[in-house]
């Protein structure tokens, strides 16, 4: 079974650039999270979404960031413009929740996508 | 506000010898809880999860959860040098979010 996808798996931009990442969740897996991670720190959930609803977005800075996840399957997140402060690595996991996956929803990442803002 | 504490390490192990790795967590209506293994330039990988009180089991690891004293922490046996990594704790709350933990550096020694 393939895991999370994730592309691009690194990315280089100039300040006030806008950049866009990409997710392919595992199959069947119905949630969807966004994180930022910074060094030496935790995952920072950014916005999860159950299917094709955003559920949890309170953390996500909308004045730049959006994300969307059309058909409940793949999903891009997009920084526009990107800031300094925002070289992170962005990861993407997915789960099955609600009675088919259990008692633990646990979350499975994929590879992240580093970027860095120069 | 929801908490998770982790000893940032780095712990160091000689190699055979028994990891103990603790985490506290604030919010009594956790549900359940995870440990993550994460190396170095690598994304999270999950290890273990537990919801019950008690010890739970997996080859070299034991997850142990005290709900009581709101404390879960995770023994690695015969410690290898492929296990340092940063271990993550994470809770999950009522709302079904995880709350991490920033991470503790294990560094086994040959």
């Known amino acids: 079974e393939a895991g999370v996808v994730q592309s691009p798996r690194y990315k280089i931009i100039e300040k006030k650039q806008p950049v866009a990442f990409w997710c392919n969740p595992i199959?069947?897996?119905?949630?969807l999270y966004w994180y930022r991670q910074n060094l030496g720190q935790g995952p920072e959930l950014l916005i999860r979404y159950e299917n094709e609803e955003a559920v949890d977005d309170s953390q996500l800075p909308k004045d730049r960031f959006s994300a969307e996840r059309l058909k409940g399957v793949d999903s891009t997140l997009k920084i526009q413009p990107a800031e300094l402060g925002d070289s992170a690595v962005y990861l993407c996991?997915?789960?099955?929740?609600?009675?088919?996956?259990?008692?633990?929803?646990?979350?499975?990442f994929g590879p992240g996508t580093r970027l860095t803002v120069t | 506000q929801k908490e998770v504490e982790q000893n940032s390490g780095p712990l160091s192990v000689p190699e055979g010898a028994i990891a103990s790795l603790n985490c506290t967590y604030s919010d009594r209506g956790s549900q359940s809880f995870f440990w993550y293994r994460q190396y170095s330039g690598k994304s999270p990988e999950l290890i273990m999860f537990i919801y019950s009180n008690g010890d739970k089991e997996d080859g070299r690891f034991t997850a142990q959860l005290n709900k009581a004293s709101q404390y879960v922490s995770l023994l690695i046996r015969d410690s290898q040098p492929s296990d340092s990594a940063t271990y993550l704790c994470?809770?999950?709350?009522?709302?079904?979010?995880?709350?991490w933990g920033a991470g503790t550096k294990l560094i086994i020694k040959p």
């Open positions: 996991a997915s789960s099955l929740d609600g009675l088919a996956g259990g008692n633990a929803y646990e979350q499975y």
């Open positions: 199959s069947g897996h119905n949630t």
């Open positions: 994470a809770e999950r709350d009522s709302n079904y979010q995880l709350i």
